[in-house]
């Protein structure tokens, strides 16, 4: 996964794009994991949890188009990607989504609040916004998006599982994070971010990057 983050970075230069240092740090160690779980007072979803342990313990990976780079219609309001998560900061992204629904979501059986209900969140995105996993039963593993400002994207299952995620986003450069940016590659509400969908195709043509 590292080596293909390096190339997209790589690629996005070449097309006069900025990119960012990308940032992959060691995995996580089992007692570092437990320390955070014990100070979220909750376990870490379980294929979040191998992929600190795995993969990296913090991530930060993000690059911006250049501003004369001409997309198709469908895919005007892309300008950026970005993934980051890190073991570190669990704990202040679930405490600020814990804060939202004190103050403003409150009410569960509301259609707009009950999405924040049981989610624990891994990424916090520029604009307010939250990028989670479903802790609930039923839906137990999906990345959901929460919006704090009724954005279209709130709601929407943006993969079935961390897993599917990592494959499925990361061969879009993760566009976004932002929900009007990767919403083109979602067919509908449910069935996630798709890179084989008609406005993928659009998107490596344009950029060149496959």
């Known amino acids: 996964m590292r080596e293909y983050l390096e190339k997209y970075l790589e690629k996005i230069e070449q097309l006069g794009g900025d990119s960012r240092k990308l940032i992959f740090e060691r995995p996580a160690t089992e007692q570092e994991v437990t320390d955070i779980e014990l100070e979220l007072t909750c376990a870490i979803p379980d294929e979040f949890r ?78 307010g916004d939250y990028i989670s996993i479903d802790l609930a039963p039923r839906s137990y593993g999906k990345i959901v998006y929460l919006s704090h400002d009724d954005g279209e994207g709130h709601g929407y299952v943006m993969a079935n599982s961390f897993s599917e995620l990592l494959r499925n986003w990361v061969k879009l450069g993760c566009v976004g994070g932002e929900d009007w940016q990767w919403l083109p590659f979602c067919e509908n509400k449910i069935g996630g971010i798709d890179p084989s969908c008609e406005n993928a195709q659009l998107w490596y043509d344009a950029t060149g990057i496959r």
């Not at 001409?70 to 890190?86: K, N, Y």
């Open 50 to 127: 191998s992929a600190l342990l795995a993969i990296s313990s913090h991530l930060e990976f993000r690059w911006f188009l250049p501003e004369d780079l001409v997309l198709p219609d469908s895919l005007r309001q892309i300008f950026a990607g970005e993934l980051h998560w890190g073991v570190d900061l669990l704990v202040q992204f679930n405490e600020s989504k814990d804060g939202w629904i004190k103050e403003v979501f409150s009410n569960p059986a509301d259609e707009y609040d009950k999405v924040w209900y049981n989610k624990f969140v891994f990424q916090e995105v520029g604009n």
